[in-house]
């Protein structure tokens, strides 16, 4: 199976900061990853999709990027709403996977 | 609106079994993978089990192969979760999930999810 690892675990940051999230593949997925964000109490939200796409309503702020093994989620400018974990997820081999997720924290 | 919600969850003892649903509208059911993912209680998650549009493409991950069987009724627009032999490692929230889908092949990317149905495994 892939082995997604993201990092770090936590990241501790202030709203108006960018925030970097690393997820590393255990192997090549070519550019089939993607990017949920999960709130306290509610099912995750698909942000970006095939690395760098974004999905339907996700703000620009939020972009994608990599190939192969190595992948970034970018948030520009952190917005109040924006602090929550985020998980990667493969589908380049078989089974999909996700990574194990980073939270991004009020500092 | 795409809908999603999941039934079934609930208390079991270790070893018993428990069928879950899934009732979706709001889209084009029969067009669209569909999918479980579950949740362990402040965990990652971890994709359960994958069902093509017309049921003819199945997938289970390791760890719930050969006890849990994904099914779907395209008819009541409903996906389902037979689980047999329950384990306490099975506890978690059961997310239904939608297929993006798009690609020429195998199942993708999770654009719509449920509320999600709690499984808690204990005796």
């Known amino acids: 199976d892939i082995v997604l690892t993201q990092s770090p675990a936590t990241l501790s940051l202030s709203p108006g900061e960018r925030a970097t999230l690393s997820c590393r593949a255990s192997r090549s997925v070519s550019s089939y990853l993607a990017w949920y964000q999960q709130k306290p109490g509610l099912a995750p939200r698909l942000l970006i999709y095939d690395a760098s796409n974004r999905a339907t309503g996700i703000p620009a702020r939020f972009s994608g990027s990599g190939s192969g093994t190595d992948f970034t989620l970018t948030i520009t400018r952190l917005e109040p709403e924006d602090f929550a974990v985020y998980y990667c997820?493969?589908?380049?081999?078989?089974?999909?996977?996700f990574g194990g997720g980073t939270k991004v924290e009020i500092k | 609106e795409v809908q999603l919600v999941e039934s079934g969850g609930g208390l079991v003892q270790p070893g018993r079994s428990l069928r879950l649903s899934c009732s979706a509208s709001?889209?084009?059911?029969?067009?669209?993978?569909m999918h479980w993912v579950r949740q362990p209680p402040g965990k990652g998650l971890e994709w359960v089990s994958g069902i093509s549009w017309g049921g003819g493409s199945i997938g289970y991950a390791d760890s719930v192969k050969g006890r849990f069987t994904i099914s779907r009724d395209n008819a009541k627009k409903s996906l389902y979760l037979q689980m047999n032999s329950l384990t306490t490692e099975d506890t978690a929230l059961y997310y239904c999930?939608?297929?993006?889908?798009?690609?020429?092949?195998?199942?993708?990317?999770?654009?719509?999810w449920g509320q999600g149905t709690l499984v808690t495994v204990s005796s």
């Open positions: 999930a939608k297929d993006m889908g798009g690609y020429s092949y195998g199942f993708s990317w999770f654009d719509s």
């Open positions: 997820q493969q589908r380049g081999n078989w089974p999909l996977t």
């Open positions: 709001g889209f084009s059911f029969d067009d669209h993978d």
